[in-house]
């Protein structure tokens, strides 16, 4: 996905809001801003927002002298999900389809994502995600909610590649992937997290501490950017995203990163900022799972035996 005009504005809200966390003087918070000021001129439109944004998180790093400056609050977020995990496990068994209720589960846990909302109570979040009346767990139009999809190909594949997104989210995923490996217990799984911090994204002690290693194998993508550049990824990572029979990608900025890469990918997010719902042509806060498979190659078609339709 291209960067899109609206998506300046949020790049300096980023910007202030981590250098805030940082803990350095206003000055420096100004300075901030003033390097992230001289580097919009020279960002080509074409590219997409998560690469944009690893040079305003370079920027960041290098004027703070701050490499991780959501560190506590990752960590804060993987206790405050984990604390949650028994009761998220109890909705799952107790649902009629449990792996749509793992799957809704799973997306629900994207709104954890401090790059889009800047500031975040996890712990009310969490109380949205588990109150019965919520709405924020629904089924969405089949036009954005390809389960049937989703269901098939996860029965015809063999290797799955589950792109991490955010820390806290990882125990929502582990909620997915336990059920997937519970009914399908042939299936390898591999879990891929960032090689190095970039706003909350996962890393490999998130996805550790979340319970994840368990039933998966967990590898770093080799980006710091927060969606999976496929340029800069590292060419073990390439290797297997090329050869996964499936490829599940968690958040938007895995969407932004990967919305038109030549492969078959299952896109797992919420819809919660204007110029991604404008994309998706779907509304603010939409449970989004999109099946993308333009430009499918042969190699893909015969390792699934045939498309999976919705």
Do not use: W
């Not at 002298?65 to 206790?79: M, Q, T, V």
């Not at 194998?217 to 340029?231: A, H």
């Not at 895995?254 to 900022?273: G, H, I, T, W, Y």
């Amino acid at each position: 996905m291209k960067t899109y005009l609206e998506c300046i504005p949020c790049f300096f809200k980023q910007a202030l809001e981590a250098a805030r966390l940082s803990g350095v003087s206003g000055k420096t918070q100004k300075k901030v801003l003033d390097e992230v000021a001289l580097c919009i001129p020279g960002f080509p439109f074409t590219s997409s927002p998560p690469e944009m944004a690893r040079i305003i998180y370079g920027v960041i790093k290098k004027t703070t002298g701050n490499g991780d400056p959501y560190l506590k609050i990752k960590e804060e977020s993987n206790k405050l999900a984990l604390s949650v995990y028994p009761r998220l496990k109890k909705k799952v068994e107790h649902s009629r389809d449990s792996l749509l209720t793992a799957v809704e589960l799973a997306i629900a846990g994207n709104i954890i994502d401090y790059g889009v909302k800047n500031t975040l109570n996890v712990e009310e979040e969490l109380k949205r995600i588990l109150d019965k009346e919520d709405k924020v767990i629904r089924k969405e139009n089949k036009s954005i909610f390809n389960y049937k999809s989703f269901r098939s190909a996860l029965k015809r594949s063999n290797t799955i590649l589950y792109l991490a997104d955010n820390a806290g989210e990882v125990v929502f995923d582990r909620i997915l992937i336990e059920e997937i490996k519970e009914t399908h217990r042939d299936k390898k799984i591999i879990y891929a997290v960032k090689e190095k911090p970039v706003i909350n994204d996962a890393l490999r002690e998130d996805a550790v501490s979340a319970g994840i290693g368990e039933k998966t194998t967990i590898i770093s993508s080799g980006v710091d950017t927060p969606g999976t550049v496929l340029s800069l990824c590292s060419k073990k990572f390439l290797k297997i995203f090329k050869r996964a029979d499936m490829v599940i990608s968690k958040g938007q900025g895995n969407f932004e990163a990967l919305s038109d890469c030549k492969r078959p990918v299952f896109f797992l997010f919420m819809a919660k900022c204007p110029v991604i719902a404008k994309d998706v042509k779907c509304g603010l806060g939409d449970v989004i799972l999109l099946y993308k498979n333009k430009r499918i190659k042969k190699e893909y078609r015969s390792r699934l035996n045939g498309s999976p339709g919705e």
